[in-house]
């Protein structure tokens, strides 16, 4: 290998190791301006978008020991899509996009040490954003004792409704 391709794959290899999410996109066909606008608005998430050699991924891929990195779908025009952060905004971004703009279509993904294929990636852009997933999971902590306090007012609040129709009985008498 050449030294400027010695120094892609160890820049590339530093891309993905210090990343939290990697997507790997197809882009094949779209026009400039869609694609500034794409990269302008992963930009606003905290992710970078490069378009990279498949061999140069490959090979940084082999140096960074990923063992599936086969199944990664590297065929073709590939962008490789980075950053830190929430997986799942940057994986809805390239869906909605790629329903804007049916040019970029996600091939693959490398996520906490596992490859992931397509189909992966859509669900992941299915998915709510940490942001909800905390209320969900916060709510859930909280229903028991909300319960237990409901119950408990609900005892409470019937004795008094009782005592106050005792005194209404009384005062109509």
């Known amino acids: 290998m050449r030294n400027e391709q010695i120094f892609l794959v160890k820049s590339i290899s530093g891309m993905i ?15 400039v301006k869609d694609f ?34 086969d199944k990664a779908n590297l065929t073709g025009d590939t962008a490789m899509v980075y950053g830190k952060g929430d ?14 703009c ?8 490398f996520i906490e040490g ?22 969900m999971l916060l709510g859930v902590l909280q229903a028991p004792a909300r319960n237990l306090v409901s119950v408990l007012n609900a005892k409470a609040a019937s004795i008094l409704n009782v005592l106050n129709a005792y005194k209404e009985k009384l005062e109509q008498n």
């Open 87 to 100: 997986c799942g905004a940057v994986a809805k971004l390239i869906t909605e996009f790629g329903k804007k």
């Open 114 to 135: 596992a490859v992931l294929d397509a189909g992966a990636v859509s669900e992941i852009a299915d998915l709510p954003s940490k942001d909800v997933l905390r209320a």
């Open 17 to 31: 190791a210090d990343a939290d999410y990697v997507f790997f996109i197809n882009y094949a066909g779209i026009q």
């Open 36 to 69: 500034s606008e794409f990269r302008n608005q992963l930009a606003e998430l905290g992710g970078s978008c490069h378009v990279l050699k498949n061999t140069l991924i490959l090979k940084a891929a082999e140096a960074l020991n990923i063992a599936d990195i």
């Open 102 to 109: 049916d040019k970029i279509k996600a091939k693959s993904a």
